[in-house]
């Protein structure tokens, strides 16, 4: 099931995203997510923070926020879609941004970015399926255990 995603949701989605940002160079940040703070993410972010739920876990989120500071972004927002080991492979990626795109579609948006982890060739794969295009690759923006890291700019026109 997609839903809107809850303050109870907080430590399911902490579990999968700090799990990423520890292990992973998927995302360049290496300070984790807390409880509270994505609490108030979901707050700020609503309509546009979802979660896909199977029976009792969370198997992961999707959530859109700002691209760029000033008005003339008010109708670009860049987007975060995650899963959890056992969410991968079964439609769930998909599910999620369908329904990320509807709620970023009836909030008034126009175009979603997406920056993606030159070190994961697989979510640009997955987003160029969703028909996501490459705007331009950044070299070496990112930097992480030691290591240079590009970023990939996808975008879509909704």
């Known amino acids: 099931m997609i ?35 994505l609490i108030a993410m979901m707050a700020e972010r609503a309509p546009g923070f979802i979660v896909a739920e199977e029976g009792d876990a969370i198997t992961g989120f999707a959530t859109y926020g700002p691209f760029r500071g000033g008005p003339g972004y008010a ?13 991968r ?8 941004m369908s329904a990320l795109e509807e709620a970023a579609r009836r909030d008034g948006i126009h175009v979603l970015m997406a920056g ?19 705007c331009g690759t950044l070299r070496e923006v990112g930097h992480k255990w030691g290591q240079w890291l590009d970023l990939v700019l996808m975008q879509k026109i909704l």
């Open 3 to 37: 839903r809107p995603a809850a303050p109870g949701d907080a430590a399911p989605i902490a579990a999968i995203w700090n799990h990423i940002i520890r292990d992973t160079t998927v995302t360049f940040t290496t300070e984790e997510k807390t409880e509270a703070g």
């Open 75 to 87: 109708h670009t927002r860049e987007l975060t879609i995650q899963l959890a080991p056992e969410g």
């Open 89 to 96: 492979g079964r439609g769930l990626g998909r599910a999620l």
């Open 116 to 134: 993606i982890s030159g070190a994961n060739p697989g979510s640009v794969a997955f987003h160029a399926r969703l028909g996501f295009e490459t």
